[in-house]
């Protein structure tokens, strides 16, 4: 994904009361700390505007003295902000009335008091970090091993159709760890750019409960956009057309190739688990098709080589469009598409009948479609 900053406006600057606004102020939230040994006498901070796009907006450059020392004060609204100093960037979550303090001898090694919501944010990377090592990295430790050891293929398509799976399982662990653990806290925001509508009951009431407790708040209606398009883009929900251009640069409308039942699959050529789902869609595709099954392919690629290779050399016969814009990709953006493979199984009138299938459970759902 990319990543994009946006300067606001002088007249936005003004409307911040820096370190002439009142602490005791309700609405208000400092952060102060010192830290010993800093290369910069400034640190930066910003508010991100969008977390599934990775978006900031840029608030206010903070003074650091001699001796590390730096104390500003804000009157704004409870987020997700970005405090950078030099090339290291701590995010904090802050609510209204909360006191940061930030401290230590190096940045690589400071403590942060004084928000509960800060440290809900740090527990959740810890936990995502350690779930994602146990449960995807370590699979793809050991198919980099069994590559290097010259493991035929079939072993590393097992393993990739694992990767896939626990990729599933990593997500559902997050949303554990929001039940158990977050409440309302406003650190909530930073988890929604990994939801899934896998677990749509308990994100509508989560979304419900967060919105009763921050009934004001900017992120609050991104959560509900959130939620909105997870209610969309979930089983039941209706696939409209998409008309993307092909490798020769002719638009193909999704409506004029849909089958009796059709695969809307996003993937990419730098998607080891994409590449290696190709030969499994490659039979489904010649078994089906005569039948009425269809493949619509959505490569997020960036370069347009990289992604006509991948089509060649993985004989994707069907039809494969793409804007080459990576995850900037339109419909990657209306659809919600944040990992790689994701696809949805649609109707010959669009409704998504299921989403993220793979492997065999894939093979099996399009058995039960056409073998009846």
């Not at 940045?107 to 936990?127: C, H, M, P, R």
């Not at 979304?207 to 004001?216: L, M, Q, T, Y």
């Not at 499994?280 to 595709?285: A, F, K, S, V």
């Not at 997020?300 to 793409?322: C, G, H, M, P, Y």
Request: net charge positive; aromatic share 10%; charged share 25%.
């Amino acid at each position: 994904m990319s990543f994009k900053n946006y300067f606001i406006p002088l007249s936005i600057v003004f409307t911040l009361f820096f370190t002439s606004c009142s602490k005791k102020d309700p609405n208000s939230f400092s952060i102060s700390g010192k830290i010993r040994d800093l290369n910069t006498n400034y640190a930066l901070l910003s508010k991100i505007e969008n977390i599934q796009k990775k978006t900031t907006v840029f608030i206010d450059t903070l003074k650091i003295n001699k001796r590390g020392r730096f104390n500003s004060v804000y009157l704004l609204e409870p987020g997700i902000y970005n405090l950078t100093f030099d090339k290291k960037t701590i995010q904090l979550a802050i609510d209204r009335g909360q006191n940061i303090e930030i401290s230590g001898n190096t940045i690589d090694n400071i403590s942060v008091k004084g928000s509960t919501d800060t440290q809900l944010l740090n527990d959740y990377e810890a936990f995502r970090i350690a779930s994602l090592n146990r449960l995807v990295i370590s699979v793809r430790n050991h198919i980099k091993e069994l590559k290097k050891a010259g493991e035929n293929e079939s072993k590393i398509a097992e393993l990739r159709e694992l990767e896939v799976e626990n990729y599933k399982k990593h997500l559902n662990e997050l949303v554990t760890f929001v039940k158990d653990k977050m409440g309302t806290s406003i650190a909530v925001y930073a988890t929604s750019s990994r939801w899934n509508g896998e677990n749509l009951p308990f994100l509508q009431s989560l979304v419900s409960n967060f919105e009763k407790a921050h009934p004001d708040l900017e992120i609050t209606q991104k959560l509900k956009n959130k939620l909105n398009l997870l209610q969309k883009t979930s089983v039941g929900g209706v696939i409209g057309n998409i008309e993307m251009q092909n490798k020769d640069g002719k638009i193909i409308s999704l409506n004029t190739i849909k089958g009796k039942y059709t695969l809307v699959d996003f993937w990419a050529s730098w998607c080891p688990p994409c590449r290696t789902e190709s030969a499994l869609l490659n039979d489904l595709y010649q078994l089906y098709k005569s039948k009425g099954f269809e493949i619509y392919g959505i490569s997020l690629d960036s370069r347009r080589k990289n992604w006509i290779n991948a089509i060649e050399k993985d004989k994707r016969t069907w039809t494969e469009v793409s804007t080459v814009e990576g995850f900037n990709t339109p419909v990657s953006t209306e659809y919600g598409i944040t990992a790689l493979p994701t696809n949805f199984l649609i109707d010959s009138a669009g409704k998504i009948i299921a989403v993220n299938i793979h492997g065999k459970h894939l093979k099996e759902k399009i058995e039960s479609l056409f073998d009846e």
